[in-house]
């Protein structure tokens, strides 16, 4: 026990310098705030759904409603597995656009992206023929829309607008792999 008192007081420095870079850091990125920071309640997320949340929303949306499309005409597993990447990847782009200026709408849609991704990596590991995978990815996808739903009638709730989440859509009557014409 000899060295004993001298760890403690090491210890306690070394806490002070990390609870002192955590501060300095939080200090530098205050200063980064954006337009979505500014405001009232209703326009940081209108600010923030009209720059990034919105799209993030819409493409997971259609991504999601891709797979069964794909599954349905083509069911051919490499259109399959390109189908369920790119929810899986768009799923965690629009991860990488939270927090939304709202605590409560950057859970949701935190909940709803990672549901996003697993379906979207079941449905993957499913496309070889794995129809249990598939399954669980179609039942997750379902889950998917209610919980989407749900963080758009928050932004609702907190805005009086219903948001707007269009995306670009795919030509040849929605098919994704139906090409131009």
């Not at 940081?44 to 794909?70: H, K, P, Q, Y």
């Not at 051919?76 to 768009?90: D, G, K, M, P």
């Amino acid at each position: 026990m000899a060295g004993t008192g001298r760890a403690a007081p090491a210890r306690r420095r070394r806490r002070a310098a990390s609870v002192v870079a955590v501060l300095a850091v939080a200090a530098a990125l205050g200063g980064c705030t954006g337009q979505e920071q500014s405001g009232t309640p209703s326009q940081r997320v209108t600010t923030w759904m009209r720059s990034v949340g919105g799209a993030g929303i819409g493409n997971v949306e259609v991504a999601s409603r891709n797979i069964d499309l794909v599954i349905a005409t083509h069911n051919v597993a490499a259109a399959v597995r390109e189908a369920c990447a790119l929810l899986s990847n768009e799923a965690q782009t629009a991860i990488g656009n939270l927090p939304a200026p709202d605590e409560q709408l950057t859970n949701q849609l935190d909940t709803a992206y990672m549901d996003a991704t697993a379906a979207g990596d079941d449905c993957y590991g499913g496309a070889g023929g794995n129809a249990k995978l598939l399954a669980r990815s179609a039942k997750e996808r379902t889950e998917l829309m209610g919980l989407l739903a749900t963080a758009v009638d928050h932004v609702r709730s907190v805005t009086g607008q219903t948001p707007t989440t269009d995306t670009t859509a795919p030509q040849s009557g929605g098919d994704p792999f139906g090409g131009g014409t």
